[in-house]
């Protein structure tokens, strides 16, 4: 484990119980799901796009090769600035939470060079795999994971759905209900213990699918290999984050906004 500031140095932010607990998660989510992981951590000067942006240049320019990132806001039109800017980065695996507000898009989770994560809910069953899955949300919307068409960002080559002449997101998902959380040590609470959920917990796990599945081709696109490969992906089609009517928030065979093309199934849609 490493730690640095967005310059690479150890001039680090003034502490913040928020992030200090969206990095905690972050962290111990990463190392529950890649315990051979070497872990980067990257802070911030700033919440803002460009230190944020800068933070995930540091990152890529110390070698990392999946990048993990946990946060959102609204979109706007200096996005696709901010996407050659940032997230640029052939070579690198880069996730990004789709929200946790229900429907409705987010940024960078828009950005047309990023993993888009949306998020699950799991409950034990007798099928084969044991487990059946669904939306994380509801049609009456509030808490959820989030989706749907980005107002600014071009569409990639590889997303074939109509509902959206730009950007659709998301491109997968991972377990994200805090009701089945991850138990989170953060030493900045008092209270110390802590249960997590939300896509800042399925950002950080489908980054570690990808760290599993292996380092990435130099001149690859990572985000496109799970559009390749979805057999390889469990298929979530029960659910909704919303009540826009289509599969934009609700889930359906193949492909759909709150849960993408579905979860992993080992990480063989991971790989180039």
Known sequence: FKKVDQNGGTNYPTADSGWAGEIS????????ACPQCHILLVEANTANMNDLGA???????????????????????????????????????????SGDSGYGVE???ASQYVTAVGGTSLKKDSSTRGWSESVWGSSSGGDGAGSGCSAYDPKP???????????????????????TGLAVYDSY??????????TSASSPI???????????????????????????????TSGANGSCGN????????????TGLGTPNGTAAFTG
């Open 55 to 97: 933070a995930v240049n540091r990152a890529v320019t110390m070698g990392a090769k999946f990048v993990s990132n946990s946060y959102g806001g609204s979109e706007d039109a200096s996005d696709t600035t901010s996407d050659a800017s940032y997230f640029n980065h052939p070579g690198v695996a880069i996730t990004v939470s």
């Open 247 to 258: 599969y934009l928030c609700k889930a359906g065979t193949g492909y759909d906004g709150p």
């Open 189 to 198: 609470q008092a209270s110390g213990w802590n249960v997590y959920g939300g």
């Open 25 to 32: 998660l972050d962290v111990d989510m990463v190392s529950a």
């Open 157 to 179: 080559s590889w997303q074939k759905d109509t509902g959206c002449a730009k950007r659709t997101v998301a491109d997968v998902s991972a377990v994200a209900d805090p009701a």
């Open 107 to 109: 940024y960078p989770a």
């Open 206 to 236: 489908i980054a570690s699918v990808y760290a599993l599945a292996g380092t990435p081709g130099a001149s690859s696109t990572p985000s496109s290999f799970p559009y390749a490969h979805t057999g390889s992906l469990n298929d979530v």
